[in-house]
């Protein structure tokens, strides 16, 4: 196994899960990967580590490049058991003279190992050590993905250890942007952004401001997953700028359900009338789509319509299960509208406008819901409903 090289004297030892299908109810359909790097200086350093089944990988890899008991630092960006699921072995082989984190990150690795003994060293934004020829740097970045989260940066190679920032769940043989297809990274780079950030946004804004300030210069974002953003690290950067901005295309989601295809009729009337406005759109029915799959596009929407029947005075489970989903990642910004058919009792339309209510989208129609089956003057109303978010969409432009 030949060492792969980031930069001279900095390697890759992660691990890649071919495996891997959920990642905490994201669909991670690509696998993913777990990145950690050796940097070879007067002191040793590893950066990050692996999920706990894959540590045999992690071990190998530094073998191929030097002894692991050689390593003299471990830096802890994450706490989170995919990237130190293995760090109580690790800490066992390494034996470090010290253990960098957060001051969160401390209090998360006794929580999570119950370690009083390790030598942790805790840092701040602003810290800086030598390792001899380099130095790293710390930011603190809260919530980017838990409060411990941390950013590291060589500032001899401009190089950013960024922890789940910029990350993509992409499982390949490839270890950087440039080789592989770049439609397939902007695919996962977007899906990782809306499953695993989109309510970090303003955190993730107020993080870009300060890079920007503190005019880091950065010829390479290394993230904790997928690949390593060395030909054009600025494609990442441009993407959160966007998405942290809740800055939608223009287009509408049509999200729904159905029991006996009244509602999709209605889905079906209400494309009819988005695409009478000239407006891009997709009808999504949550039989066929992961919920994990729909944030991806709901991150980049301008309009979302929601569908369900009413099923026991209440939603269609899958509805339900989106919902809890979306509202947890709290997407902003958006224009809604409700839509569904019922029998007897016909909650579904209120239970709608009130998750959407509570989201905070602007609703711009009260919503529709049709008996049983609808006749050509409900679709009709339906139209009229695609109408009236398409010209809406227009307005905002
Ligand atoms: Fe990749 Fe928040 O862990």
New binding site residues.
Partial sequence: MNPITVKDNIYWVGAIDWDVRDFHGYSTNRGTT?NAFLIIDEKVTLVDTVKRSLTSDLISRIKEIIDPEKIDYIVVN?V????SGCLPEMVNLIKPEKIFCSKMGHQALLQHFHHQDWPYEVVKSGDEICLGKRSLSFLETRML??PD?MFTYVKEDKLLFS??AF?QHLATSERFDDQVDQAVLLEELTKYYAN?LTLYSPNVKKLLEKVAEMKLEIDMICP??GVIWRADPTKAIKSYSKWCNNIGDGNALIIYDTMWHSTEMMAKAISTGLQDEGISHKLMNLRYIHRSDVMQEVLNASALILGSPTLNNGLLPRMADFLMYMRGLRPTNKIGAAFGSYGWSGESVRLLNEAMTEMKLDIIDEGFRVKYVPEASDLSRCVDMGHAIGKALKEKK
Avoid: A, F, R, V
Wanted: hydrophobic residues 20%; proline residues 0%; charged residues 25%.
């Fill in positions: 777990y994450h989170e058991m995919d990237h993905h838990w989260s922890s789940d990350g695993i904790d997953h």
